[in-house]
């Protein structure tokens, strides 16, 4: 799968080290273990799921980490893109609106030994100031547009990264702040889950 992955133009090796390194099919339902080194999307309960490692790949390598930085993760779902944060940034942020979501991938993560991803329940689209200003933020559920207390809690220099648009299709994008100044690229389009909450699409 990594292999693929650097044909496909994944070109960070430590992002290609974090794939490589996580196990996916333990963050899959059982059911489908056999699936889980395919580059799809795969359902996760809860009307969820755990994305595509190629997006995973994607998404992680362009918000740029040295390996010091605080993330925060809006949507932890699996915990997959989680886990491989874990290896790429000092300490990551994780928040999940569906309890027994957030349960199970405060398990899954212990059961791996990750210890430096803290998991809270609530609505991500808040974001979570008090562990703020973030390095890097990224959004893994697609979005009307990027919620507005993420921009306010996005370091300088800092990198935000998710999908937004259409709920039928999104751009990725990366936002980059530059002091009082935002500068926006499109990476792509892309299909993603909702993402529910004040500054999401309504329930």
Do not use: C
């Amino acid at each position: 799968m990594v292999a693929r992955l650097a044909e496909a133009g994944v070109r960070d090796s430590r992002v290609l080290d974090a794939i490589g390194a996580i196990p996916r099919h333990e963050l899959v339902p059982e059911a489908l273990a056999s699936q889980a080194y395919q580059n799809a999307a795969l359902p996760i309960g809860e009307g969820q799921t755990i994305s595509a490692p190629g997006v995973v790949a994607v998404m992680s390598q362009a918000l740029e980490l040295t390996g010091g930085e605080t993330v925060l993760e809006v949507g932890t779902g699996s915990a997959y893109q989680a886990a491989i944060l874990s290896r790429l940034a000092a300490r990551v942020v994780s928040i999940e609106r569906v309890p027994r979501l957030a349960a199970q991938a405060r398990k899954t993560l212990d059961r791996l030994g990750i210890h430096n991803v803290v998991v809270y329940l609530g609505d991500g689209t808040r974001g979570r100031a008090s562990d703020g200003p973030y390095d890097a933020i990224v959004v893994t559920a697609g979005g009307p547009t990027v919620p507005e207390p993420l921009l306010h809690q996005l370091a300088d220099g800092g990198r935000l990264v998710g999908p937004f648009g259409r709920r039928d299709e999104q751009r990725l994008v990366r936002v980059r702040r530059d002091g009082d100044r935002l500068h926006t690229e499109a990476l792509g389009r892309v299909r993603f889950v909702d993402l529910i909450g004040a500054h999401g699409w309504g329930r």
